[in-house]
């Protein structure tokens, strides 16, 4: 991070320079140190400059120049997420900056970061990649400007983007480069994007209107099929990786005669969805269809004069190649420039043990399966079982407990369609929606084993499960739910329903409560012949696109007769390029073909609207009363208000209440409280008597 550290190593320059966002800590749940470690196996010498002083060029210098690229990123959150709530509130702090501090990082830091780095040395090679540019790779909408934005790419002017896991590309780009390659000319890699003149003759180009159909699309190939010599020649430090690496294979698309592999994909350019909803929607859809890395074609988008070369995503990385990522010598720790600062993500996840990557669930309004994919990567048992006894050994302030294993789900390790064939033609939005897939295996056991062995190491007192269930996979395994409610439950356990009415639980593409009920009974009767008093805290989102006002009057309604009371809610948040915000923007369902004389979908996007909406999940709260009783009269259900138990609000008012200014900041986290006694909720972590246990949401970094 530093010269100093450089004249250390001995170094007079660095290979590659990583500008960040974020804090940098080394540890594996942090994208700049997968990065930078992934690079330094391959040999290479890789310099941080994490959140850097953007108002000049002085701090993308402190390093020197580069002598092949600036890798660039925002940090492990879209920055404007970061940055902003729900509602366009500036949020006063920030996970991923010592001491939660606000502030740190630009807005668009993508952007502003590539700027920086071309002022600071103008010929250097800028490879942009991380979740913000992932979700910004073709012409999207930005909720916070509420128009469609062009791709991040032009907008930073950077040489090329990499999206999704970027190990296998960003290794292939510096051994390329290292070689003597022109960063103009490396167009062949999976998971890129680069500005084109002009299509290859080579290429027959399909207009996107005509693809809405699922079907074979080409020959499954396999990431061991080419690889590339990785001699870099005597300028470069990184010919001969260390011996107990496994080098990521390179996997280029190379076309070869007019076959299916050499089409390309024309999307609606940037002035056509910028101009016509309608066509934003469309495009959304294909991006999601030709999301499969076995079938998906690249897909060209025109920007003005040029064209958007969008190249499939990665081939997902083998048990053996994510071993070796999350295996490499992270100290697991924050830097120690920032001395005895607390980095909440970092106090978040310090103890938690990423078990896999990927989700094949397709939820509409998550921007996972935009950026890992589908297909779920998985750790080996005995690498997982390593990183928990480093954990115990190496770790500070260490006291016996793991606090998670999981990762963007908590129980998709080692599912995967049962036929590999099937799996390379499929272009299924979601493996489990609307039902689960009769060719998913949705098979426990190997998990249940994992869990046993991992609560039994020496020195390991208890073992949780903290990341987001997919609780219609547990009902199908019985016994999967019995271990998990008798041994990894803290008290209370999340899961994420979201709503309990199937109109917009059918845009989530989330099940319906039938699901919950059924693995509610489960959680409860494993609970009880466990002899332990555990709750399920159950997560609702507000404001989703589809859902009407009665939609969220029967989930208030639910919400009461079940004693659940949120203290902070979430309303839907348009994040860039998911399908959920298709349907925000534009009104028409992206999950069917869209059509212009589609029937248009009720989306409740008003200021106004969207306060009613959260307050419903808050009926509790004297401050929303006003709200409800004015909409409940208009909606013809002045029957439910009144001061008996069979009322969701009372017809009076305290004094005091009910005249919160417009501009009063809302948390946008989910907490859940009930009317029972604190006693009732306790855990592991010995809760003091007469405290008041609130249910936060605390979300891995991803």
Known sequence: MSKAEMDILGWDECDIIIVTGDAYVDHPSFGMAVIGRVLEAQGFRVGIIAQPDWQNADDFRRLGKPRLFYGVASGNMDSMVNRYTAERRVRSDDAYTPNGAGGQRPDRAVIVYSQRCREAYKNVPIVIGGIEASLRRIAHFDYWQEKVRRSVLPDSKADLLVYGNAERAIVSIAHRLGKGESIDTIRDLRGTVFMSQSIPDEYTIIDSSTIDTPGKIETPQTPYARKTNTDCGEKSQASNPPANVVPLSDFVIKPKGRSSINTVVRIPAYDEVRNDPVLYSHTSRILHLESNPYNARPMVQKHG??????????????????????????????????????????????????????CFGGCTFCSITEHEGRIIQNRSEDSILREVEAIRDTTPGFTGVISDLGGPTANMWRLACKDREIEHHCRRLSCVHPGICKNLNTDQKPLIELYRKARTLPGIKKVLIASGLRYDIAVENPDYVKELVTHHVGGYLKIAPEHTESGPLSKMMKPGMGTYNRFKEMFERFSKEAGKEQYLIPYFIAAHPGTQDV????????????????????????SPMSM????????????????????????????????????????????????????????????????????????????????????????????FVTKHTNSQFKNGAGNKSGDTQKKRSHRKPS
């Open 580 to 671: 959920a915000t298709a349907m925000w923007h534009s009104g028409k369902n992206p999950l069917k073909r869209v059509r212009r004389d589609a029937e248009d979908m009720y989306v409740p996007k008003g200021r106004k609207q969207r306060r009613l909406h959260k307050a419903f999940l808050r009926y509790h709260d004297p401050e929303n009363w006003p709200l409800l009783r004015e909409a409940l009269r208009k909606m013809g259900k002045a029957n439910l208000i009144g001061n008996g138990k069979q009322h969701l609000v009372p017809n009076y008012q305290p004094s005091g209440t009910g005249r919160r200014p417009e501009g009063t900041r809302t948390a946008s986290k989910q907490r």
């Open 551 to 574: 939609d969220m009057l029967n989930l208030a309604i639910w919400l009461k007769q079940h004693d659940f009371r949120a203290d902070q809610v979430q309303a839907f948040l348009p």
């Open 305 to 358: 004069s040029r064209d958007i070369w969008i190249n499939p995503p990665p081939i997902p990385l083998e048990t053996k190649e994510l071993d070796k990522v999350f295996e490499l010598p992270y100290q697991r720790i924050p830097h120690p420039f920032y001395g005895d600062a607390k980095i909440p993500a970092y106090e978040m996840i310090r103890f938690s043990v990423n078990i896999m990557r990927g």
